[in-house]
């Protein structure tokens, strides 16, 4: 827009330096053509005839002035046969005014013509260069009878009256070179002034959009679904104060519908727990009955498998829920990361070995600790564990590590990549994400894994989780920033 803007200040600049130009240029030659005219009345009647010829009287400073080589005046009297009659001795031999104000419309009208002067430029003692210089005149012309007078007593004599053309010019070097430094200068001013108002006009553009960058700095800011988010009035444009109202309107409806859902999702999964838990025990009960047959028993089995997932289902969007509204406070306590890794990992144990993966650790010495949540870094590493070990092929590899600086901590959980594509990680970190519908069928996961460790990494550790896809490996990254309590930040 700006650029546009500077575009079109050049062109409108380019316009009135020529407007102005032109104007001047003018002024200056209706000026030039008023003096023309002045001195072709003063040479009339100058100009008398005596006898058959034209004499002047004028007195001999007064000719010998308009006669000064040097001056920028020139004139020339002839015949309207073209027979010269007297010539101003700045005019060169051989070089004529042109034929101008021969008939009655042309009479003391001014023209623009150009003279050639020709002269020689020696060289050494031989050569010589010839050289043309062209000159712009302006020039006037006029045909007239000159007054008849008697050469002996001034008396008036019965003569045939001659005719004769008279042509003035005037020398327009230095007024077209005034007019062009005159175009230079008001070329530069203009530039000069378009700049200046350019820079005002992207500072005044600059202040008055700062409202408008500070106003999408806030939205961006804005925690969706919470209630009590909004944008505050105070130092918003009143242009805008519309458009912000509505945008608070809709945020406060969005909140509402947020809201609603995640109540819907905690009460439902809380109505859920009590009777899944009158489920597994019936189960439980009915496969420790002595009466049950080994294919009753079968049944009874998967039975209990759908129902220990349904409850780690019915689990996840209760934490899930909790941490979407901010219910889960973050408690920083004094912990060693290494030991909180290992104790996680303890629940996995038993299925890693019969997958017969190989697991290989590289973590911080236990004498390091960390400050921060205990609770909430459990839950992570567990979703984190029970993805990779759920999900890596069998007698695969997983490899855990942890590095500890002195503001931040790293965990890093790579496995064996089970066949998922690098497009197709923005899909899986979803809420209820999958590879596909058939991905994960048979290992009892809901697919909001991802979910919760997203969560909890931005919202509760203000940390960040990057995941990383390649044909070997599937790696999950985590950064949080931590106060190292105990130590140094070794890594083995």
């Known amino acids: 827009m700006l650029v546009a803007f500077c575009f079109g200040a050049l062109v409108v600049i380019i316009l009135a330096v020529n407007f102005t130009f032109s104007l001047v240029k003018k002024v200056l030659y209706s000026e030039l053509d008023n003096f023309l005219r002045d001195k072709l009345t003063y040479e009339q009647i100058a100009a008398a005839q005596t006898a058959d010829r034209v004499v002047f009287r004028l007195s001999e400073p007064l000719l010998n002035a308009m006669q000064d080589p040097e001056g920028n005046d020139f004139f020339q009297f002839r015949y309207t046969d073209g027979r010269e009659v007297f010539r101003s001795s700045g005019l060169p031999e051989g070089v004529d005014l042109p034929s101008v104000g021969l008939s009655d419309v042309d009479f003391s009208q001014g023209h623009d013509d150009l003279l050639s002067f020709k002269s020689y430029k020696i060289e050494g003692d031989v050569n ?34 001659l005719k004769v053309h008279l042509v003035v ?82 945020l406060l409806r969005v909140a509402k519908a ?81 030991m909180q890794l290992r104790k996680s990992w303890k ?19 236990p004498d390091i600790s960390i400050k921060s949540d205990p609770v909430l870094i459990g839950i ?38 089970p066949g998922i594509q690098d497009v197709e990680v923005s899909e899986l970190m979803r809420r209820f994400g999958r590879k596909n519908p058939n991905f994960t069928s048979n290992q009892g996961h809901s697919g909001i894994g991802f979910s919760i ?33 105990l130590g140094n930040h070794y890594h083995v």
């Not at 020039?139 to 004599?157: A, K, R, T, Y």
């Not at 700049?195 to 005002?200: P, Q």
């Not at 209630?227 to 912000?244: A, Q, Y």
């Open 128 to 161: 010589s260069q010839l050289i043309v210089k062209s000159v712009p005149i302006r020039c006037m012309g006029i045909v007239f009878e000159p007054v008849s007078i008697d050469s002996s007593d001034g008396e008036l004599q019965s003569l045939e009256p």
């Open 258 to 338: 947020i809201n609603q859902e995640r109540q819907f999702t905690s009460n439902a999964a809380h109505e859920l727990r009590n009777p899944l838990a009158a489920l597994r025990t019936q189960v439980e009960v009915a496969m420790s009955s002595a009466v049950t047959s080994d294919d009753e028993y079968d049944t009874l089995y998967n039975i209990l498998k759908l129902q220990q997932h349904m409850e780690r289902v019915v689990a996840s969007l209760l934490l899930l829920a909790r941490l979407d509204s901010g219910s889960q406070s973050v408690t920083l306590e004094d912990f060693s990361l290494a």
């Open 169 to 250: 010019a005037h020398n327009c070097l230095k007024i077209e070179g005034v007019l062009s430094n005159l175009r230079a200068r008001l070329l530069q001013v203009g530039v000069i002034a378009a700049m200046a108002i350019l820079l005002i006009t992207a500072l005044i553009v600059k202040i008055s959009v700062k409202p408008v960058g500070l106003i999408s700095k806030r939205i961006n800011e804005l925690k969706i679904g919470d209630m009590d988010e909004h944008i505050d009035l105070k130092d918003v444009p009143l242009e805008l104060i519309p458009i912000i109202d509505r945008l608070n309107e809709l």
């Open 453 to 485: 460790c997203r969560r909890i990494v931005h919202d509760h550790l203000n940390g960040q989780i990057d995941v990383d896809v390649n044909e070997d490996w599937f790696k999950v990254m985590i950064t949080f920033p931590v106060t190292v309590v």
């Open 380 to 417: 992570l590493l567990s979703n984190l564990f029970e993805n990779a070990v759920s999900y890596t092929p069998s007698s695969g590899n997983v490899i855990i590590s942890s590095v500890v600086n002195e503001d931040d901590a790293l965990i890093i959980v790579k496995n064996t990549n």
């Open 347 to 365: 629940q996995f144990f038993d299925k890693a070995s019969e997958k017969q993966l190989i697991i290989k650790w590289e973590i911080v010495e």
